[in-house]
Each structure stands twice: as C-alpha cells, then as structure tokens.
C-alpha cells in the first residue's frame, strides 16, 4: 500500500507543478516598450472586410469567402515585435492564426521568415503554438522547415496573453507573456536571416496541413473564426536605420543569450510543453538543417 501511495503521489506531484506554469523569467521585455495604436504601425493587407477595429483591439476573421491579414507600415532590420492575442474557443481545425515576419513581398521565391503561428484544433484538443524560421527561399518550393511546437500553461481562448519575436544579428527569441519558450541562435549565415522583415497578422485556411498534418479540416459550420489583437507592441531598427541603432535586449544584461533565470523559465517550458522539436525528428534529413 505505501508503495502505491508513493507512486500515485510521484504521478500527480508534477502535474500539480506543470498546472502553475513555468518560474518567473526575471525580466519583462514587454513591459519596457509601449503600445501601439494598430493605425499607427500597421495596415490591412487583404480581407479588410474581414477585419475590424474596436477601442484599439483589432479582430480578424475568416470564414467560406474569405480570411485576413495585417502588415506593418515599415521593414525592419531587428528587433522586438509583439501582440497580446486571444484566440476563438471551440472547434478551430485547420485555421491559422499567426504573428510572424516575412519579406515574402520582396523576395518572392527566395523569403525570409519567423513565424508565432496558432494551429487550430478540435473541441478535446488544446491548441499548438508553432515556431518556425525560414532562411532565403527554405519556404518556398522544397519547403525545410524548422518547426518547434508548444502546448500552453493556460487556456490561449480565456483571455489575451502577450505574444513576441525578439531577432537580432545573433538570436531569434520567442516569448509568450516574456517567458521566452525558444532560443535560435545564429551559427552560421546560411541558417539565420539577416535580410529586412515586415511584421505580419493574419488568419486564415491551412487546412492541408494545420491540424494534425491535415487529418482534420476548417468546419465552415463553425464559421466565423475569429482572432483577437490588441497592445501591439514594436521597438525595431528600421530596414534603413543607422548602423548604432539598437533594439531592445532579448536578456537583462544586455548581452547575447538569455539570464540564468530566463533559461530556466525556458527549459521548463521545453521540458513539459513542446511536443515537437524538428531537430529530434528521426523523419527529416538533418543535412538540411546543420544548425541542429
């Protein structure tokens, strides 16, 4: 019986832990920088019919005719980019509803891109958080992505929580209410992108793909899906900004790589929270991404 007793409790004291979410970062990058009106850093790209702007939360949504998307009004060469975003409850397979740089527009075929994307899900599924980072064209026709996936401390569809990609000339970081949950560092040129960026919203129909590799597909009986953006957040370099320009950094000391505190924080989060890490994929041919 004491043996009994001893595993039930080694069973449920981590999860006990893991429903507290991860240890205080320490630092809090967001709070450092002020908001955004949408108007004064972004425009509507496409589906402005499907889009709207309430007391500074904009609302996107998709439904059979249409999605929408969101672009900033400048390229930026650094920095910190985020939003607080709070997503739609329910059935949601095969919607996107992202955060991300790209400069797709520019370099057609051969893009940059660093991607927060919400893989929508069915109603006894949480959500995935995907990350991704595209380096000149990877996206684009033989696709080498380099996809880390996370589950969340807390329900993403009950409020708005902060969301953000820090990149800098040596690091890309995401973080999700400042608790950073990936770290990319740059280990050569040929993985990391150095190219000027546009910050982009935008939800939208991913059904070959987004939900479980495509087993389950958009339900256009559960239409509209909606997403939710407010605090949008940038404190960037611009693409022709000068060379002293600096952004905001990604630790508190100032210097590359995360606090002792931080890392913690992320390994907590890698350790009971990602459920996937192209780099372990025994699928992928791994002389295509070197950086692992």
Same mark, same amino acid.
């Given at each position: 019986m004491a043996l009994l007793v001893y595993l039930i409790f080694l069973f449920?004291?981590?999860l006990c832990n893991k429903a507290e979410g991860p240890p205080s970062p320490g630092y809090y990058p967001s709070s450092?920088?002020?908001s955004l009106g949408f108007h004064q850093g972004f425009t509507n790209l496409w589906g402005p019919q499907h889009q709207t702007l309430d007391h500074a939360t904009l609302t996107i949504w998709l439904d059979r005719t249409s999605?929408?998307?969101?672009k900033s009004? %400048?390229?930026y060469s650094s920095g910190y980019f985020g939003a607080a975003i709070k997503l739609q409850p329910g059935y949601t397979a095969g919607v996107i509803t992202s955060?991300?740089?790209s400069n797709n527009e520019e370099h057609p075929g051969n893009h940059d891109e660093i991607d927060i994307e919400f893989l929508g899900t069915t109603e006894d599924k949480p959500y995935v958080l995907q990350t991704n980072v595209y380096i000149r064209g990877s996206g684009d026709g033989n696709i080498i992505g380099r996809e880390m996936k996370f589950h969340l401390w807390f329900d993403p569809t009950q409020d708005f929580?902060?969301?953000?990609?820090?990149? %800098?000339?040596?690091?890309?970081?995401?973080?999700?209410?400042d608790v950073p949950i990936r770290r990319y560092p740059r280990?050569?040129?040929?993985?990391?992108?150095?190219?000027?960026?546009w910050v982009?919203?935008?939800i939208w129909d991913a059904s070959s793909w987004a939900t479980e590799n495509g087993k389950y597909k958009a339900d256009y009986n559960h239409q509209p899906f909606v997403g939710k953006y407010k605090d949008f957040k940038i404190d960037g370099c611009a693409a022709n900004a000068a060379a002293s320009c600096r952004p905001i950094s990604g630790s508190p000391s100032g210097s590359v790589g995360l606090s002792h505190q931080q890392l913690a924080a992320m390994t907590y989060v890698q350790d009971n929270y990602k459920v996937y890490d192209y780099c372990r994929d025994p699928e992928r041919d791994h002389r295509l991404t070197p950086e692992c």
């Open positions: 449920m004291f981590p450092r920088i002020g999605g929408s998307g969101f009004l %400048n390229p955060l991300y740089l929580h902060h969301y953000a990609i820090l990149w %800098n000339p040596t690091e890309i970081i995401f973080l999700v209410d280990k050569s040129d040929s993985t990391f992108p150095t190219r000027p960026m982009y919203g935008s």
